[in-house]
């Protein structure tokens, strides 16, 4: 009986579970296990008369058996007979995706060793035992660009059955969805934010003056968390959370913040999140958060607004009364959190290199003022400010790691090299970025090579930190528009350093960025000075 359930444990694998994709099935998977598990018990007991412990004893041994072929047939499989076989890496990385999450731990900095395991094994390497990681500026293009046959891969199922522009796999449905998002974030779009946007950061200037004044520091991080979220939670709901002003989180955007490192881990492996998706307690958690995006845009929808927001775009889509929680859900998240987290990188690269505060302040002085904000049709061509940014952008791009997608059936050369048919490939943002075939000098801080110093920048369709192709960033020019305007506003009144003696929380900060998809970061306490003689 063992070697029988061997057998069909070893069957399985060659002609089920080799085949197609299994990680959104996990639940229904060990489901099923469980209810062939529970059957074998009544069967040896209740048909074949055997005491119910030696059922269990028999049963026990039978599921041992199964999974010794399952497991062993797969590790022969992924080791020596895989369509990636050829391709190098780390032994663990081609037999499990455990590896992957064992390289995570504990801080989720697999992205900084990805650029190691590029140095010593070259562009293709093997990171799990179905996806391989490609370093080369040639497969940006391949990749996510826009005349291929890729698709979104199995990692973008995290809201099955459920979808949003982001988490969707179907071209037909991004490609409905982003007609709106594109047109809510049209230079028409934003001109009309823009008053929102100023009272907000109107806000902020006065606690960073109070603050200065009383010879407090400031925590970065969580002023500039604040204020973005602040802010898209009005362009989203009408309505601001006014954390900046009230000191009062959201309770949902809390326990997104505290839960973030987490789910980063989680999904390092997809049939993790769907396992535990299954769980009571989550999926009740999950539903909550979904039935306060629903209220917030009931409320939304019964208001009377004066000028446009994202609801205002995005309810045009047809099915926005089904999937808008989600979609308001990714308005909110990631509006908010790679804003924040950009500009506490760029306040840790100006204070570490404060030359280029003087150099930015020269470029600013001089324009015109509204109120104590300087409106971004004054910024958007500076040579310095979008050097600065974008050299932040390319050394600490907000999703580090490589965007999951899936070979065409008939497989694809990418980068000069043929990857077999429903393969997952990627790129890696972080490591590409620092490449010295892309960059001159790729680890340090030039923001020149922007402007002055073009011949640093040798690839510069290596620099995609808002990725590429038609799945590319829909929020990006808002994004750029906030950056600009916070951080012209911020040189233009203020001297910004280290806060004294908080040497090693500074270090921490730039060092210990978790990847979570999107980065995470630490508190990074700063001191602002107001500048003599300033207009």
């Not at 047939?73 to 663990?92: A, D, E, N, T």
């Not at 900084?112 to 497969?139: Q, T």
């Not at 470029?363 to 940014?389: A, F, K, M, R, W």
Request: overall charge positive; aromatic content about 12%; proline content about 6%.
């Amino acid at each position: 009986m063992d070697l029988l359930a061997f057998l069909g444990g070893v069957l399985s694998e060659v002609f089920l579970f080799s085949r197609g994709e299994w990680d959104r099935h996990g639940k229904s998977i060990v489901k099923g296990f469980s209810v062939l598990s529970v059957s074998s018990i009544c069967l040896l007991t209740t048909v074949l008369g055997f005491p119910l412990g030696t059922s269990i004893k028999n049963t026990i041994s039978l599921t041992i058996a199964v999974l010794s072929g399952l497991f062993g047939s797969m590790i022969v499989y992924r080791l020596f007979f895989h369509p990636l076989k050829s391709f190098p890496g780390p032994k663990g990385a081609r037999v499990t995706a455990f590896w992957m999450l064992w390289q995570n731990v504990p801080d989720l900095r697999f992205y900084v060793k990805l650029r190691s395991l590029h140095n010593d094994y070259g562009d293709f390497v093997r990171i799990r035992p179905r996806e391989i990681s490609i370093c080369h500026p040639d497969a940006v293009v391949d990749i996510y660009g826009p005349i291929n046959k890729m698709r979104k891969a199995e990692f973008y199922e995290q809201l099955h059955p459920h979808q949003n522009l982001q988490l969707s796999r179907d071209p037909a449905f991004h490609h409905q969805k982003r007609r709106h998002w594109d047109r809510a974030f049209s230079k028409k779009a934003l001109l009309e934010y823009q008053p929102k946007l100023r009272r907000h950061y109107t806000t902020l200037m006065d606690i960073l003056t109070n603050r200065v004044a009383s010879k407090e520091s400031i925590d970065a991080t969580e002023l500039f968390m604040d204020l973005a979220f602040d802010i898209v939670s009005d362009l989203t709901f009408g309505k601001s959370f006014d954390k900046l002003s009230t000191g009062i989180p959201n309770p949902i955007i809390d326990e997104f913040l505290r839960e973030k490192k987490g789910v980063g881990f989680i999904l390092q492996m997809m049939w993790l999140l769907h396992l535990s998706k299954a769980l009571p307690a989550v999926d009740s958690r999950l539903q909550e958060w979904v039935r306060w995006y629903d209220r917030e845009l009931a409320e939304r929808k019964e208001m009377v607004v004066h000028s446009a927001d994202f609801y205002t775009y995005l309810s045009q889509a047809d099915n926005f009364e089904r999937d808008g929680a989600y979609e308001a859900q990714l308005a909110i998240i990631a509006g908010a959190d790679t804003v924040a987290v950009v500009l506490s990188n760029m306040c840790y690269l100006i204070c570490r290199y404060p030359h280029y505060q003087a150099e930015l302040y020269a470029e600013l002085v001089t324009l015109p003022l509204n109120g104590v904000i300087i409106d971004d049709q004054h910024l958007s061509g500076l040579p310095v400010l979008s050097g600065v940014i974008n050299e932040a952008l390319r050394l600490y791009p907000p999703t580090p790691s490589g965007l999951q997608r899936l070979t065409p059936p008939e497989g694809a050369t990418i980068a000069g090299r043929y990857i077999a048919g429903e393969m997952v490939v990627s790129v890696p943002t972080y490591a590409l970025q620092r490449d010295k075939r892309a960059f001159v000098k790729p680890n340090d801080f030039i923001p020149e090579r922007w402007y002055s110093q073009p011949e640093l920048v040798l690839r510069k369709d290596a620099f995609i930190p808002f990725s590429y192709g038609p799945y590319n960033c829909a929020g990006r020019p808002l994004a750029m528009m906030e950056i600009r305007m916070i951080l012209a506003m911020l040189i233009r009144r203020f001297e910004i350093s280290f806060a004294p003696g908080k040497e090693a929380e500074c270090q921490k900060f730039i060092g210990d960025q978790a990847d979570c998809f999107a980065l995470h970061i630490h508190s990074l306490p700063l001191v602002l000075k107001e500048r003599r003689g300033r207009p």
